[in-house]
């Protein structure tokens, strides 16, 4: 049984003229990636039932 998982993130790159400008909207998906996997680690940790055939 495989799981995908598709998180849509903005582009970080794409907003801000400067690096000065763009560099908190970094942080800001940085840590938005960063809550969401610790979110999905323990659901990946739990078993997995089989079907019986």
Do not use: C
Request: glycine share 2%.
């Amino acid at each position: 049984m495989y799981l995908y998982i598709h998180w849509s993130v903005p582009d970080p790159a794409a907003s801000g003229d400067t690096d000065a400008d763009s560099y908190p909207i970094f942080q800001a998906t940085a840590a938005e990636i960063d809550t969401r996997i610790r979110y999905l680690l323990p659901v990946l940790n739990q078993p997995r039932h089989r079907d019986k055939d």
